[in-house]
């Protein structure tokens, strides 16, 4: 059984300005505002939502299956997801687009400007058969942030065969009309986000429509997570370990903090390879918090990596709980 994944592939640029954006902007002028960050740092790294969650799965040794797409100059990013024994079966590649890019500058304040090109994003849109035929080998589907129209259409066609699936609208929430978002999340099995996401979408629907979902996640940064289950039997623990069906999951500590872009797509990839082993929800979430630890200490989003074992040793020496992966 597999995992589907249906988001992003992307080529990261990450520049370092050696100043402050600050110094150089005038917020009497923004109006003609014209200006030139020359940066002492240029890094270009794969990346992207579905890339990210599939690297750190396959790490656990879940068999991720990705939908998405590259364009023209993707075949550097496929022949490195060959490499890592990740499956390029369900990627759609368009010879006229370039793959999508993501452009970001970032000053001595970690200030970011960012820049975002979506490239072939949207060329994975004709998938239904394909769908169609993926669904009965599928545990489960997580629609991470991409071309709004693909992460609806693949959401639907996954709830519709009867796949549980994780909706992580993420950045692409405004996006969204308040018809479609409350729409993708009465499809959802999971509803994940970080703490400014979930208040977003509950100031626009409601508590009612964040509360409607079967399980809620709350990432929190280095504050840890926090899993909310309408359906106490859902979380495979006795009635007394829950309170009012929220489950609290520290973060893990990193040796080091190098680069906290991709802990939260690190984080999923944990909580959702758990999920896969049949481990009770607490368990999938501290699995999540250890595989963002590992994300942060590496500057890039799939630059990190640990076996079995290093990661059940680092689970075990923060949760006190034996790890059988």
């Known amino acids: 059984m597999s995992i589907l994944i249906s988001g992003s592939l992307v080529y990261d640029h990450i520049m370092d300005f050696p100043d402050k ?21 240029l890094g270009k ?37 060959k490499e890592q024994g990740i499956s390029i079966d369900c990627i759609a590649k368009d010879n006229n687009k370039f793959t999508a890019s993501c452009y970001i500058t970032t000053d001595l304040d ?8 979506n490239g072939a994003l949207g060329s994975c849109g004709g998938t239904k058969s394909l769908l169609r035929d993926l669904v009965p080998q599928i545990v489960l589907s997580i629609i991470a942030p991409t071309q709004k129209d693909i992460m609806m259409k693949h959401l ?51 508590k009612e429509a ?44 990193p040796e080091k903090v190098i680069d906290p872009t991709g802990a939260g797509d690190a984080w999923r990839a944990g909580f959702l390879a758990g999920c896969e082993k049949g481990f009770d929800l607490k368990t999938c979430g501290q699995m ?12 890039g989003t799939q630059e990190h990596k640990f076996s079995i074992s290093e990661f059940s040793e680092r689970y075990v020496k923060l949760f006190s709980e034996e790890m059988n992966l």
């Open 21 to 41: 954006f600050k110094n150089h902007i005038m917020p009497d002028n923004i109006h003609i505002l014209n200006v030139c960050f020359t940066v002492d740092k």
């Open 45 to 81: 790294s794969k990346g992207g939502t579905a890339g990210n969650i599939a690297y750190t799965m396959k790490l656990l040794g879940s068999e991720p299956i990705i939908i998405s797409s590259v364009g023209k100059d993707g075949d550097d990013y496929l022949n490195y997801l």
């Open 110 to 117: 970690d200030n970011q400007i960012t820049a975002f090109h």
């Open 156 to 206: 639907k066609e996954c709830s519709d065969r009867g796949a549980r699936v994780m909706f992580d609208p993420g950045q692409q929430i405004p996006a969204f009309s308040d018809n479609e978002l409350a729409g993708c999340i009465e499809k959802a099995h999971f509803l994940i986000g970080n703490d400014y996401e979930i208040k977003m979408i509950g100031k626009r629907l409601g």
């Open 210 to 253: 964040i509360n409607s979902v079967e399980i809620l996640i709350i990432t929190l940064g280095d504050k840890g997570s926090v899993i909310r289950v309408k359906n106490i039997v859902e979380a495979k623990l006795p009635a007394g370990s829950l309170a009012s069906g929220e489950i609290t999951i520290s973060a893990c500590r």
């Open 288 to 299: 999540g918090s250890v595989c963002a630890s590992f994300a942060i200490e590496k500057y």
